[in-house]
T-cell receptor, first 109, second 114 residues
Framework: GQQVMQIPQYQHVQEGEDFTTYCNSS?????IQWYKQRPGGHPVFLIQ?????EVKKQKRLTFQFGEAKKNSSLHITATQTTDVGTYFC?????????FGTGTSLTVIP | SAVISQKPSRDICQRGTSLTIQCQVD?????MFWYRQQPGQSLTLIAT?????????ESGFVIDKFPISRPNLTFSTLTVSNMSPEDSSIYLC???????????FGEGSRLTVL
């Protein structure tokens, strides 16, 4: 079954509000990646986290990798309409690479 | 980085027919993958296309249904055989960068089976 779950499945926010998606794996991950898929588009790589407890920032986006390397989060500060899309985490267990269930973000202008 | 051209971008097909999707990469890559994304769902790996040998299929996917070719390091095809409406999906070709692990995706082929 699905080994990498994301919550929430859907999120509607007012432009300017913050947004967070959480990614949880049933097994320890060697690394985790995040992708963004715009409506009608293909997934585009955002970032990779490798170290336990790692935090990386890209402008308004903050990515965290949990201490146990089983969970991760993506936080967007002050969302903009250009942030609309589905955000997927993707975890590498060492044997398999699994995409998460995704969180679809809608930003209301 | 890698630039991936995938075609067709979309097609509408009749039940029982087969469709071949092509994937061309602008550089030689070792790892090439085929994913399926059903409407509103996540990405599921179908198989890894290996150059010079048979593709490696994931659980639930078989060669008879999804034959794959990989004649060289820049090109691959995926055929969806004997299609049924349940095969309606987006099929995505991707390549992996060995140094970063990053995946690059083609634009996808949106398949509708009537």
């Amino acid at each position: 079954g699905q080994q990498v779950m994301q919550i929430p499945q859907y999120q509607h926010v007012q432009e300017g509000e913050d947004f967070t998606t959480y990614c949880n794996s049933s097994t320890t991950l060697s690394n985790i990646q995040w992708y963004k898929q715009r409506p009608g588009g293909h997934p585009v790589f955002l970032i990779q986290l490798v170290k336990s407890g790692e935090v990386k920032k890209q402008k308004r986006l903050t990515f965290q990798f949990g201490e146990a390397k089983k969970n991760s989060s993506l936080h967007i500060t002050a969302t903009q309409t250009t942030d609309v899309g589905t955000y997927f985490c993707a975890g590498d267990t060492g044997n398999q690479f699994y995409f998460g269930t995704g969180t679809s973000l809608t930003v209301i202008p | 980085s890698a630039v991936i051209s995938q075609k067709p971008s979309r097609d509408i097909c009749q039940r029982g027919t087969s469709l071949t999707i092509q994937c061309q990469v602008d550089s030689q890559v070792t790892m090439m993958f085929w994913y399926r994304q059903q409407p509103g769902q996540s990405l599921t790996l179908i198989a890894t296309a290996n150059q010079g040998s048979e593709a490696t299929y994931e659980s639930g996917f078989v060669i008879d249904k999804f034959p794959i070719s990989r004649p060289n390091l820049t090109f691959s095809t995926l055929t969806v055989s004997n299609m049924s409406p349940e095969d309606s999906s987006i099929y995505l070709c991707s390549v992996g960068m060995a140094n970063t692990g990053e995946l690059f995706f083609g634009e996808g082929s949106r398949l509708t089976v009537l």
